[in-house]
Each structure stands twice: as structure tokens, then as C-alpha cells.
């Protein structure tokens, strides 16, 4: 009633407004006010985290905070008469058009902006253009003597530093895939097993940049997770400048296009495209636009915080997510950060990217010149699910109705800018007559895609059109079908259900013919097309300038992509009636959450995705390497021909095979003591099912070990129930729980808040098990509620049959993933805590996942809960465990 009545000050609305159960709650919002004053500065969205990024005393307690919430709004308005407020430029301006939108600190803030002497200039006037850089020749062949690595390496890690043998050994290693190539198509190919604490960023980066210098060559260094990438940027500061002299950067970070603010969408959302809040949000994001270091709004320098204080989509709207660059048509084509981004990197020494951005770009990159030759992928245990996921095909609604979009623009007029082709094109026809037919006629095709309302009309069985006549047969299908309902998942449970591409009814083939049929007639005049912009290109016509040109490349480019998207669809659906290719696995899908659907689905992927891995990624490198610190598998020490066995997963998951490359294999170990610092509680009294019972696990564990816990689920489902049993209780006992899919934050801001607040607690799921870096007390306990084992779904069922194995494929997996989740406890030296696992059903078999030596106790849950509030660890065994081998007959395999 006070919210309502007042406005409030408060910190981060929605998430308020989530835990009060209260939606409309709005005031004054002290993140969005940081955002005007600040942008592009790092703050964690809590009373300490501003406190630290504002320099002023933190509250001593939660008492303290409203008065602290005042001295924040004070300390941030006082900040914009300080005449040396570095980032005034822009924002009396931008408080103008903000006060017209009725942003609530408008009033508060105007008397405190003053008015510049001289009219302040519009954003896209202020921003600095790129240049054109001539092309960088091949690199040098060159060799790195040993002694030179090291060398580089001393020097990285700071004269004087402690040499340590493991680093020094694992840069030397990293040293070989710089080595001149002894055969076309055939790579240096490195796996390196780095534990942690090694210092193996530092060890690859030395002789990265000793060859970088020698050659003039670049690496790439490809992350999974955005943590490593931001580590990345700050270690390779030692080894590179941050600008050379002539003002270019040496080391650049790259992500795929939709990460980066495009300049056209953020131009149409601020006169006029976005309207209300979303306008607001335009507002603050042209405010960080003028001052970020390179435009990326996803992990960059743009709070992550920002977007979720707004409408949902707002900050993918101003991204260009749909491939609708106009590339040098648009009028802030020379400012614009994506182009700028592309070319840095074409020119840096070390380009840090992403495991699918550089498979992308490999497969289907502009720029062959810019493809990357020499290449380590760190996190190199992700590289299997990212090329399953670049070398997949779908064929779906949500895919489907982009496309349409594409080809011939919105339904509906208030979309903004976006246009189809032919608006995009439209000089491009009225020059060429055979062009604008072209254009015409896939337009006219395009008509067969999926428009609006595709999901209702499936659900009122009337489809409109060839496509949606497919999807409504793969719907039919895929309920006929399902055998969910019968167990814990599927139907009942409301997820997603799946059947196998084989045997189908007739309706789904005669269906895919109609369907193929109408791809067709989108390729066909999508492919004339591209010819009539390439004969264009090949006798230009007086009025295509430098801009034009580039611009009818971009298309062209664009252009090749959705035709070789379409010929994916039309072999995917040629197969359906045929018999099975034995390199794919092909199924339907009805994707839902909490029963709701939201696609339908023909999916194909790779049997094994290494294979056109090897092909575009690995035969045109030169040297490649693979590193993580759980690249190998962790079988028991005492099984016969272990080492061969360690190796076996990893190399199989390289793609050696396919390039029949013998790769070089060096493994590290960690220096860290892990008996001494860690133990496993294997909790054997929380009933399987028993969510209340969990749920209790859960609330004492975080009580006795007074936060610093990190809950890990493999069901999103049991997570919320078991968030929304305890937070509220440990939030009054000062332990607050922050939990992923519950509290309206990104996923980036969820960690940097626990990783504050030592008293906080974290509950996810799988992206939490390894995207998780949190050194110190913030992290002493992780918790799983149960031993994650892989969903048996369509496509893990074919790649277990293939491998022969059975069940010790699910067991590497299941080990990898222990692996992982333990390696988010000990992170340095001195870190501590206690790794639990709160079901009893743990076969003892998949113990080996832990470091060797580690003390593991089976004991109840009162049992547990005093040696983590106690602190004990690193005694030996219990006999419980010694003697858990009885337990496994017991134990099914799969889950339940
Ligand atoms: S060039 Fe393309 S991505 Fe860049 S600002 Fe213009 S439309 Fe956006």
C-alpha cells in the first residue's frame, strides 16, 4: 500500500516486485538512475555492490539500508555537478527526452544537470568512425625455440614470480601447434588436460604471443563462457598493450553479431520506434552507447542488470538479431560497432571468441581471408555440444516464420524499421528488371512460410498453408506416439516430447512433399537472386559506389546463408519417408514449458558433429588445440590400461579421427591439495521424491553453513519448488537465496551478486555447474539434489547405441559432470568447503570423478550438517564408503 500510494526508492523493481508478489510496483529505481549517471560502469545491483562502485560507506546491516538507499540517490545526483562528471557528454539532452517520456528522476535530477554552453551533439555525430585497413598478409612459418617460451612465460607471470614446473611444462606443449604444418589438411592437433590452478591461461598465452609477434599472424583463443572471456581480456594485458601505436587494439574480443548494439535499431527505438518504458530503456542504452568500449550489450560493458529492469525483449530488439543489416546502406554503417568489431580482428594479434562463433564462422563466414589458422579452444570439454549445435537442422515454426520475415517483412506495421527484401533491395529492382522479378517472386513463396497465429491455427487443426500443414502432421504424430505419459516426464510433467523420424504416418510424408515443394519455389528465385546481384557486382552500373558495393555483398552474403538454410530443410525433409542415414539423427518435436508449446519441430543432427567439425574447423588451421580441466575422463586409477582409457573420450570428442591425426596429449595436474581442503558428503536420508524433504536438506545446509552455498538441480521444476519453500525463512535469518529461472536477473548478475555477498546462496541448474567462477568464501558448499544422469532422449539413446559402450557412455558422462560441478568449489589455494550430494542412490562406481586422495562420507543428513558448520575436512574414508561397492547391485542405471 505505501509502494502504491508513494514512490519508493528502491533497488532493482522487478526483482522486488517478484518477491513481494506485488508486479505493479514501480518508483525510483536507484539502478536505472546509476545507469544515466554511469553507463558502461561495472556495479553489482545491491546496496554493497554500489556502495563499492559509488565509494561510499556500505550499510552495516539490513537496518541500514533504507538511509543507505537515500545517500545513494544523494551521492548520485551530487555526482552531476561535480565538473569533472566524465560522463556529462550527452546527458542534458538525454534528461530533456527522458523528462518528455516521464521518467520518474527526471524531475529529481533536472536541477542538478546543468545546461551546456554550447548545443550538446547527437549521439551517432559523436561516434567515432573505423577505418579500412589494408589486408594483413599470411603469417610468417616460424619457430618457437623453447628456451624463448619460457622466457615469455616468466615474463607474463612477473619477474621473480614462483616458477611453477606444471605451467612451464604445459606452455611448452602449447608451443607445438604453433610449429610449421607438415601436410596440407592435417593440423597440429594438441589435447591438453590443464587442473586447476595450473595458471594454464598465462601458460598458452606465451607462446600466443611469442608467434604473434614472430609471424604476424593471429590466434584465437575460444571460450564457452563469458567469465573466461572477461579473465582472457584482463591476463592478456600483460603480453599486449592495450592500443598499439598507431591506435589500433592488439587483442579483441569477438562474439556473434547478435551480441552487439546495432546503431539503425537504436536510432528508430529513440524517435519513436519504442514507446513508454521500452523508450526509457532506449534512452539510458544511447547514454552507455557514447561511452562503451566496444558495443557489446550481452557480457560486455553494458550492466546486465539493465535490460531486465525493462520489458523483456527490449535489448534484443536494438540488436540485430534477425540478419537485417543493410550493411553500407545504413547511414551509420562507418560507426557502426559490429563492421568495426570485424575488422579489429582482422588486424589483432589475439581475437578471443566463442566456441559457436567460430564454428560459425567457419562454416559459413564472409571472410575466408579472416578464418582463424592457429586456435586454442579453452573450455575445450564444451566443443562437442557446440558443434552439435552448429551443425544442426531444424525445421520449425519459430525457424520458419523468421524466414518469412526476412523474405517479405512484418505483419503487422508497427515492427519498427524492419523491412523484407524487396524495401531492402528496392534500387536493386528498379535497375534490374530480372532482379526485381526475382524479388517478386519470392515473395510471392514466401507466402507458403508460417505467418502469425501459426501455433493457434495448429492447435485448432487449421493449418494455413504447406508448412503449417507440415507442422500440424508432426504435431498428430508426435502426441500419437508418445509414450511420456507413462512416466515421470513428458506429457504429465508438461515438457517437451519427442518421436522418432521413422516409420511414419502417411499424412507427415505427403505432408513434407508439400512442404519441399514450397521451399523449393523460395530457393529457386532466392538463387536467381544472388546472381543477379553477383552480374551487378561484375559490371557495376555508374551509380554503385564503394558503399553500394558493400552493401550488395552484405546482401548477397545474407542471402547465400537463407538459401543454404532452405537446402537443409529440403534434405531433411526428402528423408522422411526413406531410409535412415546412419551419420544423423532425425526426430520430431513438440517443444513445451509447463504444457504450454511453444514449437513444433523436424530436428537432424550429427551422429557425431566432429565429423564437419574436423572438416571446416580443423583441416584449415594449422595448429589446434584443446584444453580444459576436465578434457579426460576420470576412471579409477587401478583400472587395467587406464591411461588409454582416460584419453579415449577426449580424442574421440576432437575429431582427430576424422583427419587422421594422431593428436599430442599432455596432461597437468592440479597443484591444489584437495584432501586437505575438501571432502564429499554423500547424504544417504533424503527420500528420492521427497520434496519437502528436500526442500528441509537444502534450508538447514545453508543455515549450517551460514550461506556460501551453491545448489545445483537437474529439474527446473524442483528447483523453484524448493526456492520458493525456503527463501523467504532464510531471507529473515540474513541469508538471502538467489535462484536462476526465479528471480527476474541474468544469469551473469545472479553470480557477480554471490560472488559479493558471502552470505548469499545461489540455486541453478546446468549452466551453473561450469559457468560458475567465484573464488574465497563465497563459494564453501556446492549441493547437488541428485546425481545428474543424462536424459535419455532420442538423441542420447543413438549415440549411447553407437558407442557400444552402453552404460559406462552414461557413466563418462555422468563422472565429466560430477567433475565439473566439484571444480566449481576449489578455485585457488586456499579455498575450502564441502561438496554434498543429497540422495543416497550414488553408485560407487562414479566416485573416481573426484580428485584422488579426497575424504568421501556417506552419513545422514544431521551428520552432514555438522561437519559443514564445524568445518571438518580431509579425514580419511568411512567405512561406509569403503564398503559401498555392495550398495550398487542395488542401484539402477538409469534413472527412474
Ligand atoms: S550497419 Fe547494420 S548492424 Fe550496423 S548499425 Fe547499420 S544496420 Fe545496424
Redesign the pocket.
Known amino acids: 500500500m505505501a509502494a502504491s500510494d508513494t514512490p519508493v526508492l528502491l533497488i532493482n523493481a522487478p526483482l522486488v516486485a517478484n518477491r513481494l508478489g506485488y508486479p505493479d510496483l514501480s518508483g525510483l529505481d536507484l539502478l536505472e538512475l546509476f545507469a544515466f549517471v554511469h553507463p558502461a560502469r561495472f556495479c553489482v545491483p545491491t546496496p554493497r555492490g554500489l556502495a563499492q562502485a559509488l565509494e561510499i560507506d556500505e550499510p552495516a546491516g539490513d537496518e541500514d539500508v533504507p538511509a543507505f538507499l537515500q545517500r545513494t540517490a544523494g551521492a548520485l545526483v551530487t555526482a552531476c555537478e561535480d565538473p569533472e562528471w566524465f560522463e556529462r557528454e550527452g546527458a542534458w539532452s538525454a534528461l530533456q527526452s527522458m523528462e518528455r517520456l516521464r521518467w520518474p528522476w527526471a524531475g529529481v535530477l533536472k536541477p542538478h544537470v546543468a545546461r551546456p554552453e554550447r548545443a550538446e551533439k547527437w549521439l551517432f555525430a559523436t561516434l567515432p568512425e573505423w577505418e579500412e585497413s589494408p589486408e594483413r598478409g599470411s603469417p610468417r612459418q616460424v619457430e618457437l625455440p623453447e628456451d624463448d617460451v619460457l622466457q615469455q612465460l616468466d615474463h607474463l607471470t612477473g619477474e621473480g614470480s614462483e616458477k611453477r614446473e606444471g605451467q612451464r611444462a604445459y606452455a611448452r606443449e602449447a608451443a607445438r601447434i604453433f610449429a610449421p604444418r607438415d601436410a596440407r589438411d592435417l593440423p597440429h592437433l594438441a589435447l591438453a588436460q590443464a587442473g586447476t590452478g595450473i595458471g594454464k591461461t598465462l601458460g598458452y598465452l606465451a607462446p600466443s604471443s611469442l608467434w604473434a609477434n614472430a609471424s604476424g599472424g593471429t590466434v584465437w583463443v575460444s571460450t564457452f563462457t563469458k567469465n573466461l572471456q572477461r579473465q582472457l581480456r584482463s591476463e592478456s594485458r600483460r603480453a599486449w598493450p592495450m592500443k598499439r601505436p598507431d591506435g589500433t587494439p592488439p587483442v579483441v574480443v569477438r562474439k556473434g553479431?547478435e551480441n552487439?548494439?546495432?546503431?539503425?535499431?537504436?536510432e528508430d527505438a529513440l524517435q519513436g520506434g519504442f514507446a513508454s518504458r521500452p523508450a526509457i530503456l532506449a534512452q539510458l542504452v544511447a547514454r552507455w552507447a557514447a561511452f562503451t568500449r566496444d558495443g557489446d550489450m550481452i557480457g560486455g560493458d553494458l550492466p546486465g542488470w539493465l535490460g531486465t529492469l525493462f520489458r523483456k525483449r527490449g535489448i534484443a530488439a536494438l540488436t540485430?538479431q534477425r540478419g537485417?543489416?543493410?550493411?553500407?546502406?545504413?547511414?551509420?554503417?562507418r560507426?557502426?560497432?559490429?563492421?568495426r568489431a570485424g575488422r579489429d580482428s582482422a588486424q589483432a594479434d589475439l581475437v578471443i571468441a566463442n566456441h559457436a562463433l567460430v564454428m560459425v564462422n567457419a562454416a559459413r563466414g564472409r571472410d575466408h581471408a579472416q578464418r582463424p589458422t592457429r586456435l586454442i579452444f579453452d573450455e575445450g570439454h564444451h566443443v562437442f555440444e557446440a558443434a552439435d549445435s552448429t551443425f544442426a537442422a531444424t525445421l520449425s515454426g519459430q525457424e520458419a516464420i523468421e524466414l518469412r520475415r526476412w523474405i517479405m517483412g512484418p505483419e503487422r506495421k508497427n515492427r519498427g524499421r524492419r523491412r523484407g527484401l524487396a524495401a531492402r533491395l528496392a534500387d536493386v529492382a528498379s535497375y534490374d528488371d530480372d532482379g526485381g522479378e526475382a524479388i517478386e517472386d519470392a515473395c510471392e513463396a514466401g507466402a507458403a512460410l508460417p505467418g502469425e497465429g501459426w501455433l493457434q491455427r495448429l492447435n485448432e487443426g487449421e493449418p494455413s498453408g504447406p508448412i503449417e500443414a507440415l507442422l500440424s502432421a508432426v504435431r498428430a504424430a508426435t502426441y500419437a506416439r508418445d509414450e511420456s505419459a507413462n512416466n515421470s516426464r513428458g506429457q504429465e510433467a508438461g515438457y517437451g516430447i519427442e518421436t522418432e523420424a521413422s516409420g511414419l504416418p502417411g499424412e507427415v510424408i505427403e505432408a513434407a512433399g508439400g512442404a519441399a515443394e514450397a521451399l523449393a519455389a523460395i530457393r529457386t528465385p532466392l538463387i536467381k537472386l544472388g546472381g543477379r546481384l553477383e552480374a551487378i557486382m561484375a559490371d557495376p552500373p555508374d551509380w554503385l559506389d564503394g558503399q553500394g558495393r558493400a552493401r550488395i555483398e552484405?546482401a548477397r552474403f545474407s542471402l547465400q546463408w537463407r538459401v543454404d538454410l532452405i537446402a537443409a530443410w529440403e534434405s531433411l525433409l526428402a528423408r522422411l519417408g526413406g531410409p535412415a542415414d546412419p551419420e544423423f539423427v532425425d526426430w520430431l518435436a513438440v517443444d513445451r514449458s509447463d504444457a504450454r508449446e511453444f514449437d513444433v519441430a523436424i530436428h537432424r543432427r550429427w551422429l557425431d558433429p566432429m565429423k564437419p567439425f574436423a572438416k571446416v574447423v580443423l583441416e584449415p588451421a594449422h595448429g589446434v588445440m584443446l584444453t580444459s580441466a576436465t578434457l579426460t575422463d576420470r576412471i579409477g586409477a587401478d583400472a587395467s590400461d587406464a591411461q588409454d582409457a582416460k584419453w579415449q573420450t577426449a580424442i574421440a570428442r576432437s575429431g582427430a579421427a576424422h583427419i587422421e591425426s594422431k593428436p599430442l596429449l599432455s596432461a597437468a595436474e592440479s597443484p591444489f591439495d584437495y584432501a586437505a581442503r575438501a571432502e564429499v558428503l554423500i547424504v544417504t536420508d533424503v527420500k528420492k521424491g521427497d520434496l519437502p524433504g528436500l526442500a528441509g536438506a537444502y534450508a538447514r545446509l545453508i543455515e549450517a553453513s551460514g550461506g556460501g552455498v551453491l545448489g545445483l538441480f537437474t529439474a527446473i521444476r524442483r528447483m523453484r519448488a524448493v526456492h520458493g519453500r525456503i527463501a523467504d525463512r532464510l531471507a529473515r535469518e540474513g541469508l538471502p537465496i538467489f535462484a536462476q529461472h526465479v528471480d527476474p536477473i541474468d544469469t551473469g548478475t545472479l553470480v557477480d551478486i554471490f560472488r559479493d555477498d558471502p552470505r548469499a546462496s545461489l540455486l541453478g541448474t546446468d549452466a551453473l555447474r561450469d559457468g560458475v567462477d567465484v573464488p574465497g568464501r563465497s563459494l564453501r558448499c556446492v549441493a547437488l539434489e541428485a546425481v545428474p544422469w543424462p536424459r535419455p532422449d532420442i538423441l542420447h539413446k543413438a549415440r549411447r547405441a553407437a558407442s557400444g559402450s552402453g552404460s559406462q557412455y552414461d557413466d563418462r558422462i555422468i563422472r565429466a559432470r560430477l567433475a565439473q560441478a566439484f571444480g566449481r568449489l576449489i578455485r585457488n589455494r586456499d579455498d575450502s568447503g564441502h561438496f554434498v550430494v543429497l540422495s543416497s542412490a550414488f553408485p560407487s562406481r562414479l566416485l573416481s570423478a573426484f580428485p584422488q586422495g579426497i575424504a568421501i562420507h556417506r552419513l545422514t543428513l544431521d551428520e552432514a550438517l555438522v561437519r559443514v558448520r564445524d568445518g571438518l575436512i580431509g579425514e580419511k574414508q568411512t567405512e561406509a564408503v569403503q564398503n559401498a561397492g555392495e550398495l550398487d547391485d542395488n542401484i539402477p542405471d538409469w534413472p527412474q
Open positions: 553479431r552487439y548494439l546495432c546503431l539503425l535499431n537504436l540485430d537485417e543489416c543493410i550493411y553500407a546502406g545504413c547511414p551509420h554503417y560507426k557502426c560497432f559490429i563492421e552484405g
